[in-house]
């Protein structure tokens, strides 16, 4: 089958360009403030490989797959990462103790205000310290990045946020409890989730629920729906204590182990950056990797491998936290830019909104 070509972009033309150059040249000295933010603190900018033999091995992203010829022609798979991760925890596991990785990544089926199929991801670690250590760091980048913006200000929507002020910061049963009046640890007292308890509080708020969505989806659901929109608003929010089920690549907290050493930043309802106290069992991460291909197979039809030489170097990975932050949505809020086009260089074919 043919597929239709995409809708040309005319970002290229000079009165395009001029328009949108304000945003660019912002995004410019933005990105010369986060590498000077970094360097101030000893950080290393690392250059880890975009091909790799799997992108990542969450249910809900979804890759981009070439192929890789040797000299007899014979071919091999690879991925674009959709994530420096993999790469970054085998350098921690080599001995790299704090460093940044600022650069391209590439996820399919994401495209929308606030999605694009290959944006710039600023990716850090911190070898032996706590995940803690990374809401201070976010918040010194953001104040050093906003003010290389000229702006004293996020805004997304007609909604602001102060970078430069404290953050709040609450549990995501704190904001489940506020937002959405559902008391989400109620629904994780038994050796299981609720299932069903978390269902009748989606639908109190008209939520529809499918009958093989799981305590996980309806999960999503709600955050989506009644939780984030309302995240951030007058200053950021760090948003904590993630379920265990939502824990990805996190370690479990030791006072409390149906949570995860996981948090998110938001501004303006807008997330910004995950960061987690990172798992260094490859035994519990390779049953989680088999777990989300399962559940990505049931609805895409597809899987990702799992990298071997990662688990193998998680077995000796020291104790690290480590985050990423989307720095196009930054360079949109901190610019007023009203989607993520209008902050990238040379967009993709098909963004007939520029013109």
Not at 13 to 25: A, E, K
Not at 39 to 68: M, W, Y
Not at 102 to 112: A, M, S
Not at 125 to 151: F, I, K, N, Q
């Amino acid at each position: 089958m043919t597929l239709p070509p995409l809708e040309k972009s005319p970002w290229w033309q000079p009165h395009v360009h001029q328009d949108r150059r304000p945003f660019l040249m912002a995004r410019s000295r933005m990105a010369g403030a986060a590498r000077a933010f970094f360097a101030d603190q000893s950080f290393v900018e690392a250059d880890t490989a975009i091909l790799q033999v799997s992108p990542g091995n969450q249910a809900h992203i979804s890759a981009f797959k070439t192929e890789i010829l040797d000299k007899s022609g014979e071919r091999s798979t690879l991925y674009l990462h959709t994530s420096p991760e993999f790469a970054a925890k085998k350098l921690l596991a080599a001995g790299e103790k704090r460093f940044f990785y600022f650069g391209h990544v590439f996820r399919n089926r994401e495209r929308g205000p606030l999605h694009y199929p290959e944006f710039t991801m600023l990716e850090w670690y911190r070898a032996g310290e706590p995940y803690e250590r990374l809401v201070e760091d976010c918040m010194g980048l953001l104040a050093s990045t906003v003010a290389a913006a000229g702006s004293r200000s996020l805004c997304f929507k007609g909604h602001v946020a102060d970078p430069f002020s404290e953050p709040e910061i609450l549990t995501v049963a704190e904001a489940f409890g506020r937002y959405a009046m559902i008391d989400l640890m109620e629904t994780l007292k038994g050796t299981e989730p609720d299932r069903e308890a978390l269902a009748a509080g989606a639908r109190s708020h008209g939520i529809r629920v499918m009958p093989d969505d799981c305590w996980r989806d309806i999960f999503s659901k709600i955050m989506s729906a009644k939780v984030e929109p309302w995240l951030g608003h007058g200053r950021p929010a760090v948003l904590i204590d993630y379920p265990a089920s939502e824990a990805a690549l996190a370690r479990l907290k030791k006072e409390d182990s149906r949570l995860a050493e996981r948090f998110e930043l938001y501004a303006c309802g807008v997330e910004l950056a995950n960061g987690f106290g990172e798992l260094t069992d490859p035994v519990t991460q390779r049953q989680r990797f088999e777990a989300e291909m399962r559940e990505r197979e049931k609805i895409y039809g597809e899987s990702y491998p799992i990298d071997e030489e990662f688990l193998e170097a998680l077995a000796i990975m020291p104790e690290a936290s480590g985050i990423a932050l989307g720095f196009d949505r930054l360079v949109m809020l901190a610019t007023g830019a009203a989607h993520i086009e209008q902050v990238i260089w040379t967009p993709l074919p098909g963004a007939p909104h520029l013109a």
